[in-house]
C-alpha cells in the first residue's frame, strides 16, 4: 500500500510535460496583440483613403492644371487658377453669402438644440412622442424641404408674405434682396439640422452622471445655474461636435439656396444679381456651367476646404476655451489662486 508521501511525489495520470513555444510562435503571438488593433480599425482608414483622401489630392491635382470639362487636361497651369478667383468680384460675393447664411443658420441652431435639449431632458410627459417628433424633419428630403419652403417664401403669392400682409406689414421680397433671402435660406437649414443636433445634445447631456446634479442642489444651484455652470461643461466634447459639424455643414451649403431658386427657372442662378449664391453654387457654374473649367472649379473647392479648416480650428479653439472657463468651479479657483499669490 503506498504512503501518502509516495502518492503526494508520483506525478498524476495523464500529465504531460508542457513544451515551451518556439520563438517564431512567441513573435507571431507578439505581433498579434501590438497589430490586432490596428487591422480592426484599417477598413476605416481604408475607405476613407479611396473615398475621401484620394478625391481630396486629385482636386488639388486638377486646381493646378488647365482642365476643361468637355477637352480635357491641357497642360499645368500652377497657381494661375487659384490666382483667377481670388481677382473675381462674384467669388468673394459667393463667399459673404455662405458666411451670412451661416452665422443665421448654426449659431440659432445650436443654441435652440440646448435649449429644447435641455427641456426634452426633463421630467416630461411622453417625452419619447415628442423626441421622436425632433427627428422627423431630419428624415424629409433636402430637395422637398428646399421646395416647400421656396413656395412658402415666394414673393408673390407665398405663405408668409400673405401672413405678414395680414398683420398690416408690407410683403418682402425674399428672392431679390439680400437679407431676407439669407433668413429663409437659414430657416431651411434650421428646419431641417435643429432636431438632429438637439438628439445629440440630448444624448449627451443623458450621459452626465446624477451624483453632479445632486452636489449642485445641495450648494444651492439653481436650474438656470446647473445649466450654465454643470450641463454645458460636461457636454464640451459633444458640443464641439455639434458647431464642428455644423460648420463644415453650413459652409458647404447647397442644397436648399438651389431649391429656393428653383421657381425662377435657374437652378444655379442663386438670385438676378447673386443675392443668395453660395461657394458650392459658384464652384458649380464654373464646373459645369456655361465655363465648363474644372481647374478654376477645383481651385474653388480647395479654397472653401482651407476655409473650413480655419474656422473649425478656431471654433475648436473658442468653445474649448468658453467651455474651460464658464463653469463655477473654475471661476473659484482662480479666485482662490489670486487670494492665495
Do not use: C
Request: no cysteine.
Amino acid at each position: 500500500m503506498a504512503t501518502t508521501t509516495e502518492l503526494e511525489i508520483s506525478p498524476p495520470v495523464g500529465d504531460h510535460r508542457r513544451r515551451r513555444p518556439s520563438r517564431l510562435r512567441q513573435k507571431l503571438g507578439r505581433f498579434d496583440v501590438k497589430a490586432s488593433p490596428y487591422l480592426y480599425i484599417s477598413p476605416f482608414f481604408i475607405l476613407f483613403a479611396i473615398t475621401g483622401l484620394f478625391p481630396l489630392l486629385y482636386t488639388a491635382y486638377v486646381s493646378v492644371s488647365k482642365w476643361n470639362l468637355l477637352t480635357g487636361r491641357h497642360g499645368s497651369a500652377g497657381f494661375a487658377n487659384y490666382v483667377a478667383v481670388l481677382h473675381q468680384p462674384f467669388f468673394w460675393k459667393a463667399l459673404r453669402n455662405t458666411v451670412s447664411i451661416f452665422l443665421l443658420s448654426s449659431v440659432p441652431q445650436i443654441i435652440l438644440a440646448l435649449v429644447i435639449a435641455a427641456v426634452l431632458h426633463a421630467n416630461l410627459r411622453a417625452r419619447t412622442f415628442w423626441r421622436m417628433g425632433v427627428l422627423v424633419p431630419y428624415v424629409v428630403a433636402p430637395v422637398a424641404v428646399g421646395l416647400i419652403f421656396g413656395q412658402m417664401f415666394a414673393d408673390q403669392s407665398g405663405m408668409v408674405n400673405a401672413l405678414l400682409t395680414k398683420i398690416g406689414m408690407n410683403p418682402v421680397a425674399w428672392h431679390a434682396q439680400v437679407l431676407p433671402a439669407h433668413l429663409a435660406i437659414a430657416t431651411m437649414v434650421n428646419y431641417r439640422w435643429l432636431g438632429y443636433n438637439t438628439l445629440v445634445v440630448l444624448a449627451a447631456m443623458q450621459a452626465i452622471p446624477n451624483d453632479v446634479f445632486e452636489a449642485a442642489i445641495i450648494d444651492g444651484a439653481s436650474r438656470v445655474r446647473q445649466f450654465f455652470s454643470v450641463t454645458i461643461p460636461m457636454i464640451r466634447p459633444t458640443l464641439i461636435f455639434v458647431i464642428i459639424t455644423s460648420t463644415i455643414g453650413g459652409l458647404q451649403i447647397f442644397d436648399e439656396p438651389t431649391m429656393f431658386d428653383q421657381q425662377n427657372g435657374a437652378l444655379t442662378a442663386g438670385g438676378a444679381d447673386g443675392q443668395f449664391v453660395t461657394v458650392t453654387m459658384y464652384l458649380y457654374q464654373l464646373g459645369w456651367g456655361s465655363q465648363n473649367n474644372l481647374g478654376r472649379s477645383a481651385a474653388v473647392a480647395w479654397l472653401l476646404f482651407l476655409i473650413i479648416l480655419i474656422i473649425s480650428l478656431v471654433n475648436y479653439g473658442l468653445t474649448q476655451r468658453i467651455a474651460s472657463e464658464g463653469g463655477v468651479s473654475g471661476r473659484r479657483g482662480r479666485r482662490r489662486k489670486k487670494v492665495a499669490a
